[in-house]
């Protein structure tokens, strides 16, 4: 009986020793730093993959040195781990226990997009086609067909999206993120609204969003914008045709070839607005929160016209007469590619 009680505290003493040297080897082994080759490293897990199934692939990748270390280290931590598919960014220091923190939490390698203000939605839609990391459903549709499998259905597509610089992970849907930007132009756009000026010449905030697309396109100085939104107010205060060549330009459509000659400026559309007094009936482009907030809050100056001086600032008049001579100094018998408010030859308006 001794020799039988000698035996078993062999045995005991023999799987203690065993036991702790297993659990110092996986301790070190989960709080040991990993291996890369380069930092960061794309690291990705696919629907459906099991801890074991990962744990090989960062074995197989040189990440980890062994990978029924990793699928120890996630049994005494619980084992009913449940990992979130997708790209992680792995860097330098990190270790097996931080590898499967990042994996449950979820927190995903992010992209970026910009959608640079003033572009068209046209622009924005080619713009969200050539990038990679975006799974493309509308690639071929027409914008009425987009703003639908929006859920927008009969929404004019045109300065519906807001511009900013968007994060999303790899495989986001081009709805999902037109959707954010839409959803994000709605919100920018009620809070400027609710703080607007009182007594502006807008019905509703969608005319605050075409005049704020109009301001974007004709500013090229950040600080220019509200004098600019306010020279238009004006004019439309006084019923004058605001004669803005952005919008005789998106009118034009692909019939514009880069040079506004004098019959696009004759040939009526719905957008001509030397033409057509009030504002075109859409955006003609995409408008950034700062131009929204400019048509909302336009200076109060008394300046009806306004000229590119061919740097990109302007030189604002309140009278036909002043204008027409900056006219002549700025422009010198050539119109400029820069945009301006007026025709060479202004004149007062009935």
């Known amino acids: 009986m001794n020799l039988i009680y000698k035996l078993a505290g062999i045995a005991f003493i023999i799987l203690s020793l065993v036991v702790g040297w297993l659990w110092q ?19 990705t897990i696919a629907p459906g993959s099991s801890i074991a199934q990962i744990a090989y692939q960062l074995e197989r990748d040189s990440i980890i040195s062994d990978a ?12 009913d781990k449940i990992v979130k598919t997708g790209e992680y960014e792995l860097k330098q220091g990190m270790t097996p226990k931080d590898l499967l923190v990042l994996f449950v ?41 987009v703003m ?15 511009p900013d610089t968007y994060h999303f992970p790899s495989g986001s849907t081009d709805v999902a993120f037109l959707k954010r930007a839409y959803q994000s132009m709605a919100k920018a756009l009620e809070e400027e609204w609710q703080v607007r000026e009182k007594d502006l010449p807008y019905e509703s905030s969608y005319d605050a969003l075409i005049m704020a697309s109009i301001v974007e396109k004709e500013t090229a100085i950040a600080s220019e914008r509200k004098e600019i939104a306010g020279v238009f107010v004006r004019r439309l205060e006084k019923r004058m045709r605001l004669q803005t060549d952005p919008t005789v330009i998106y009118g034009m459509g692909d019939s514009y070839k880069g040079n506004l000659r004098k019959k696009d400026l004759i040939k009526d559309t719905p957008y001509n607005t030397y033409r057509r007094k009030g504002m075109p009936p859409t955006p003609i482009a995409l408008p950034g929160r700062a131009a929204i907030n400019a048509a909302l809050h336009p200076a109060k100056t008394n300046a009806l016209y306004f000229v590119a001086k061919g740097d990109g600032s302007h030189y604002f008049s309140e009278t036909v007469k002043e204008h027409n001579k900056a006219v002549r100094k700025y422009q010198i018998r050539q119109r400029k590619a820069d945009y301006r408010s007026t025709p060479a030859n202004a004149t007062k308006e009935q």
Do not use: C
């Open 105 to 145: 939490s979820g927190k995903v390698k992010q992209y970026a997009f910009t959608i640079v203000e003033g572009w068209s939605f046209r622009q924005l839609l080619e713009a969200l086609i050539g990038n990679t990391h975006i799974q493309h459903t509308l690639k071929g549709k027409s914008e009425a067909d």
């Open 68 to 79: 029924s270390r990793f699928r120890w280290m996630v049994k005494l931590d619980g084992g």
């Open 25 to 43: 080897s996986l301790n070190s082994f989960s709080t040991s730093s990993i291996r890369l080759a380069s930092e960061p490293v794309t690291f």
């Open 148 to 162: 639908t499998a929006l859920g927008y259905e009969g929404q004019h597509h045109e300065g519906r999206f807001l």
